[in-house]
């Protein structure tokens, strides 16, 4: 440097040379200055710099002018700041040697410099965000910190020549070496530097921005705010949802708004502009996103209580042709509601309705597909009511051994008639799944049919069985009703009768849709209990429980306790039936003299008739 030509930078970029007095093999990188005019407020390249000696080198002579020591923004406080905390994420430890040479010291004592040197280089290190691997790293685990003073060269020129002759010495004798620990051998040396390199460049912390920069900042920042609390307290907002017109209307609205951020902010930095009318875009975006939602949410409900409408309108009852109708339906519809998105749309935004329109057509084929069961499920259930009722309830009055067998004969036809039939009763395609799910639904209504018919004559037994006993003991096999003589046996008739009622308990005791039972032991429980002059002690046990052996609760209609109490009022009720037959016999019974008597009733006419002959 040519003190007579000015000042000017002496080092531009990053210089390497080879030490050629000093062995083992040494290379030396000369930086360019951190204090130099020519960049200007860009201080990205001497962060990135300071960092690439600090990463690389053993030792990092740092020159700080002796004014400067104990001030906040002077001695490259703020760069080291920014540099060990970027170091501390980048770059495991690895111990380097930093000499602070103090440039033309005074006066002042060397120890007294240093000691407050190095507590501004704690307090630095200390004040440094660190990742949570380093949080409580102590500086010495990075850096061995040394001092050295140099006198003022133009001042003292043997003493400043002196001072650098000795540190040479120590270069010369390897005694500044950091711990070496991070060694790599030559061959890869140029490339481990050109990593190191670009390590350092993609990282963003150390681009500080100018002055220029953060004051475009701060007032893009303001502007920005200003006009989206001005659009956020606009009154239209408070009703535009409900009105024809919404995504126009909101688009000229946000259109309005950004253009009058861009007028303000024409003269600040284009960079930071051009970010902060994005994040302003964004966030107006952001604040009317859910109004849009809303609306969105309003039209699909509105779409479907409509769908609904117009759909059970058009079927009307009918179940032919519902396939059609379902799908004519449902493409109308889901159009309206696809004009109805057009018109909320807004141009700034690019907003999937996606998810809306599938959630309607997924609400519209739920809508269809529960019409559709509901019609097939009332269609079939008529149909099997007036199938089944009518002959369950026949069947059940008539009781005999053969009843439940019937029953199941008749229940295993409608099953079979109906299976597999709905699609083609609709009209409608469904898929397998939804077949069986509705043959399985009508099966089981089947046998709900046949349990609630047997339920409710189960609770007219006692009708029936006096029904059966008025009939099998007052008419002959042929219907033909019985003249009480002496030829008529009443206690086999009435013993008959007594038998043929107590099957109608036995028959209705028990629900027997399975096939598993039918019934042949509490018909022989019941005979044995009620008919049999000789009724063991283990029989009439059995009739006072309250389930009957092997038979499930969910199938027992009449519990055999409740049968005892049935019989017997059973018998109540029909004993005077037997009583008016014995005394009907017996007035219809001849005359019946002794012999004696007749023999003296013939000579009493005899003479009788004499006396009128004479």
């Known amino acids: ?288 996103q859910p109004k849009f939602q809303d609306l969105l949410e309003l039209k699909r409900s509105f779409t479907l209580d409509k769908f609904k409408e117009a759909f059970d309108k058009d079927l009307d009852g009918v179940i032919k042709g519902f396939s059609v109708t379902a799908r004519n339906s449902t493409e109308s519809f889901m159009a309206q509601f696809d004009e109805g998105c057009a018109d909320a749309v807004i141009k700034q935004a690019n907003w999937d309705t996606s998810k809306v329109r599938d959630k309607l057509r997924r609400d519209i084929e739920a809508h269809v597909a529960s019409v559709h069961a509901d019609k097939i499920k009332n269609h079939c259930e008529a149909k099997l009511r007036e199938l089944l009722s009518g002959p369950v309830e026949a069947l059940l009055k008539q009781a005999n051994n053969m009843t439940w067998p019937t029953i199941r004969r008749r229940l295993r036809e409608a099953e079979s008639a109906f299976s597999g039939s709905a699609a083609a009763i609709s009209g409608f395609e469904m898929d397998e799944q939804t077949k069986a799910k509705i043959d399985a639904n009508l099966e089981k209504y089947v046998r709900r049919i046949v349990e609630d018919k047997a339920k409710e004559e189960a609770r007219r037994v006692l009708k029936h069985m006096e029904e059966r006993f008025k009939t099998k003991f007052s008419y002959d096999s042929n219907s033909i009703p019985r003249v009480w003589n002496r030829r008529e046996n009443i206690g086999a008739i009435a013993r008959t009768a007594h038998s043929s009622s107590l099957e109608v308990l036995s028959v209705m005791a028990v629900i027997r849709l399975d096939g598993d039972d039918d019934g042949h032991k509490i018909q022989a429980t019941l005979n044995s209990a009620l008919l049999d002059k000789d009724m063991s002690t283990t029989t009439n046990d059995l009739l006072a429980s309250n389930t009957w052996e092997e038979v499930p609760s969910s199938k027992t209609l009449i519990i055999p306790l409740k049968c005892k109490e049935l019989w017997e009022e059973f018998k109540e009720n029909t004993k005077d039936i037997v009583s008016k037959a014995i005394a009907e016999q017996k007035a219809n019974a001849p005359l019946q003299l002794p012999p004696w008597v007749i023999g003296c009733l013939i000579f009493v006419g005899y003479n009788a008739i004499t006396r009128l002959i004479r």
């Open 1 to 288: 440097m040519d003190a007579f030509r000015g000042r000017s930078q002496t080092t531009k970029g990053i210089w390497v040379a080879k030490c050629p007095t000093i062995h083992p093999f040494t290379l030396v990188m000369d930086m360019e200055g951190t204090d130099g005019k020519e960049r200007g407020e860009d201080t990205a390249f001497e962060k990135q710099t300071t960092l690439f000696a600090l990463a690389v080198a053993d030792v990092v002579l740092i020159n700080i002018w002796c004014h400067d020591i104990g001030r906040e923004h002077a001695s490259n406080k703020p760069l080291l700041n920014t540099v060990f905390q970027v170091m501390m994420r980048l770059f495991g430890p690895r111990k380097t040697t930093l000499i602070f040479v103090i440039r033309d010291k005074t006066k002042t004592p060397l120890e007294n410099l240093e000691s407050e040197l190095r507590n501004d280089i704690q307090k630095i290190w200390a004040s440094a965000p660190k990742p949570e691997a380093h949080k409580e790293t102590p500086l010495s685990e990075f850096f061995n910190v040394e001092v050295v003073a140099l006198s003022n060269y133009e001042e003292k020129e043997d003493a400043f020549k002196a001072e650098v002759a000795g540190m040479r010495q120590k270069f010369i004798h390897n005694e500044l070496a950091g711990d070496r620990q991070a060694v790599v051998p030559a061959s890869g040396f140029s490339l481990s530097l050109q990593e190191i390199w670009e390590k350092i460049k993609k990282n963003r912390d150390l681009d500080i921005p100018s002055i220029k920069v953060l004051v475009a900042t701060v007032r893009c920042e303001e502007i920005a705010n200003e006009k989206y609390s001005a659009f956020a307290a606009n009154e239209e907002l408070k009703v535009i949802s409900v009105h024809p017109g919404f995504g126009k209307k909101l688009s000229s609205m946000i259109y309005t708004c950004i253009s009058g951020y861009d007028e303000e902010a024409t003269y600040y930095d284009e960079g930071v502009k051009s970010v902060k009318r994005k994040q302003l875009e964004e966030k107006l975006l952001q604040f009317v």
